[in-house]
Each structure stands twice: as structure tokens, then as C-alpha cells.
């Protein structure tokens, strides 16, 4: 799967969960009867999922919900806002929708679920080099998680985005930051590769299906403690849903979108192999005022770091500068992070944050994803 995104650390420890998920809460089910290896494995029923193996007639707002029958899926929400007096935020509110099985459930436990469901919430605080990180987590069953495509809904506890008319609002909170936003006027979507079929590797089964909605008119209130910033700005949904997207030698990927000041909107992702080389498989998409786009192969641009951060909490080292070229569209911009520290701990490890893009006569505000270091 992706948006450039596996999560490979994330898929195994999701799968540690399944044997108890599934079993829902019956009190005949022992925790010690969990067979931890075998639930770390593969498994032999994952034949029965659907593979995103060619190109898809996605079609809106009917496949805006959940796909069950793929086994990965997600939401993800990266907007840069900014108050009157120019103080800037950026903000990240992702749904995940995971697959423990593609069997169907026994009888028994209204607790059972073939789903589950977690949130990502991220809060850049420029103005003070703060970050804010938080995640939930929990079952489809019973309507505590889940998602709807028509009206269009995605949820986890009470982190949600509800459609409501023309407009959806987001809202999540947990101390001591909150997100109460609201979007309108979304731009024409981006069926991402071909068609929708998004490739990460060699093997057809390493796809996934993806679109993007790279513009959308973002208003709202984000409250830090006790104190409310009115802001404004855009945000960039990527939809995307798979199987089996990425092969055994990749080891992460890193991934980059910016609304540019000129109404266009870049977007474009190096997956990286185990010797920390580009597989081959890179991707993008240049999206124009107008609603039309050119989608990016690999060969259409570079991303070349330029020096690294360390975080104090992992240890872990990430590029913390990039140039990124399309020498045929005459781009060249400096990526930089907007807070050097924008590092996800939770369940796995990733960074993930608010950047500013700048070139010689170009520059915007966007997001960046690195995983795998």
C-alpha cells in the first residue's frame, strides 16, 4: 500500500492483535492461548484478500469509504495553516484501517471484528518549535471506529472528518491540543499512477490503489492549552488501499507535497531499497489551477538530501534538507522542515511534518513522510 506508505513495523505489530480481536470477548478465550508466531506470520488466508493489480474506475464519493476486501487502508490529512498575523501551524490527522482476517466471522460476540482501526494526530507549533504527537486506537465493532462512503465519514472515538452538504469538518482533541476544521471547495481529484494503479516495485502485486485530493479551502480553530488561533490554508488528502504494495527489499520511502504559491500543487516519493538506493519505482503528480495534472515517474525528477537530524528520543537519523528537481518543468526547490523535530513515537517510528519549499522564483508550504531510517 502507500502513499508511498507500508509501515511494515506497523503491519506486524497490527497482526500481533488479530488472534485477540477476532475471538471479540468471549470469556472462553484464554490470552494464554495466543499462538504469538503464529500471529506474527503471514498467514494462509491471505489469498482470500483482493490485490490492486490494474488499473482501477475509482469513482467518487462512492470509493471515498473503506475497501474491506484489501487488506491496508488509509486517510491521510496534511494541511499548513496560518493566522491572520501570519503565525503558521501545520497539522497531520490520519486514519488507518487494517484487515485481521478476509474470513468470514464465527457467531458469538457482538466485540468481533475483521477491522481495526487507528489515528495519527500531529500539531506543528512554528512559532515556538513545538511539536505535538498523539495516536488512538480501537475495533470497528459496535461503531467506536470505522468509515462511510455516502455521507462520507471516517472515525476513530471522537477524532473524526464528517461530511455534512458541500462541506466536512474535522475535529480532534486530546491535551492539550485541539483541531476543530472545516473544508470546503475541494479541488479535482488525482488518480494517482495509472489510472489510480499506483506501482512501488517490480511485481504487479506491489500496487496500490490511490487518489489525491491535492487542494482543499481549509478554515477552522486549532486551541493549544487554553489559548484559540483562527487560521486558514489548505489541506492534501491522499486516499489509498492495497494488499500487498511493497516488496521485501524496500527498506521506507520519502515522500513530499507542497501547494506552491503559483496554484500549482507538487507531489512526489522515492522508494528506497535496503542500500538506501532508489528501487526504480518513484512517483509523483503536478497537479495545475485549472484541475488538470501530469503524472511523475521516476525518471521525471530527483530528490537528492542535503544534510541530516538526529532525534534525541530514537537516535534515529533523518535528511533534513532535500533538493528536488523536474528539469523538464524548470523546478528546482529547497525542501526544509519548518520544526527540525517533527518525529512520530508511537507503535512504530517515522517523521513526518509541516516544510516550506523555496526556489529561485517558486516556493510554497507542504508536507514531508520518512520512514524506514
Known amino acids: 500500500m502507500n502513499r508511498c506508505k507500508t509501515y511494515h513495523f506497523f503491519l506486524i505489530f497490527l497482526s500481533g492483535l488479530a488472534a485477540v480481536l477476532l475471538t471479540g470477548c468471549d470469556s472462553s478465550e484464554s490470552p494464554e492461548r495466543i499462538n504469538i508466531a503464529q500471529a506474527l506470520s503471514s498467514g494462509s488466508d491471505l489469498g482470500c484478500y483482493s ?14 469509504g473503506a475497501h474491506e476486501a484489501f487488506q491496508t487502508e488509509w486517510w491521510y490529512y496534511t494541511g499548513n495553516l496560518r493566522t491572520q498575523n501570519h503565525q503558521l501551524f501545520g497539522f ?161 520511502w520519502d515522500w513530499f507535497s507542497a501547494h506552491l504559491d503559483d496554484g500549482r500543487d507538487l507531489m512526489v516519493c522515492r522508494i528506497r531499497n535496503k542500500n538506501g538506493e532508489a528501487n526504480g519505482y518513484g512517483f509523483g503528480s503536478l497537479f495545475f489551477p485549472d484541475g488538470s495534472y ?23 537519523k533523518y535528511p533534513h534538507k532535500w533538493l528536488i528537481t523536474l528539469p523538464e518543468k524548470g523546478i528546482e526547490l529547497y525542501a526544509t522542515p519548518l520544526v527540525p523535530n517533527q518525529e512520530h513515537t508511537h507503535s512504530f517510528t517515522y517523521w513526518e511534518g509541516a516544510a516550506r519549499f523555496k526556489g529561485d522564483k517558486i516556493q510554497g508550504l507542504g508536507y514531508i513522510e520518512l520512514t524506514g531510517y
Open 51 to 64: 490485490i490492486a493489480q490494474k488499473p482501477a474506475n475509482i469513482r467518487l464519493p462512492e470509493d471515498s
Open 92 to 252: 497531520q490527522l490520519t486514519f488507518f484501517r487494517r484487515a485481521l482476517s478476509c474470513k468470514p466471522l464465527k457467531k458469538g460476540s457482538k466485540w468481533r471484528t475483521r477491522q481495526l482501526y487507528f489515528a495519527h494526530l500531529g500539531l506543528t507549533d512554528v512559532s515556538n518549535a513545538k511539536f505535538y504527537s498523539m495516536q488512538r486506537m480501537n475495533r470497528e465493532s459496535i461503531g467506536i471506529a470505522g468509515s462511510q462512503a455516502v455521507p462520507f465519514k471516517v472515525w476513530v472515538d471522537d477524532w473524526k472528518v464528517i461530511q455534512t452538504g458541500d462541506t466536512m469538518r474535522l475535529s480532534a482533541s486530546e491535551s492539550p491540543v485541539a483541531l476543530d476544521l472545516f473544508f470546503s471547495h475541494f479541488s479535482q481529484p488525482i488518480f494517482q499512477g495509472n489510472q489510480g494503479l499506483s506501482r512501488k516495485g517490480p511485481n504487479l502485486s506491489n500496487s496500490s490503489y490511490y487518489y489525491s485530493i491535492p487542494r482543499i479551502k481549509t478554515r477552522g480553530v486549532i486551541t493549544i492549552g487554553t489559548q484559540p488561533f483562527e487560521i486558514e490554508g489548505f489541506t492534501w488528502l491522499d486516499h489509498e488501499w492495497s494488499t500487498s504494495a511493497m516488496s521485501k527489499d524496500v527498506s521506507g
Open 294 to 316: 501530469e503524472i511523475l515517474e521516476e525518471q521525471d525528477f530527483t530528490i537528492r538530501p542535503l544534510n541530516k537530524w538526529e532525534s534525541q528520543v530514537t537516535k534515529k
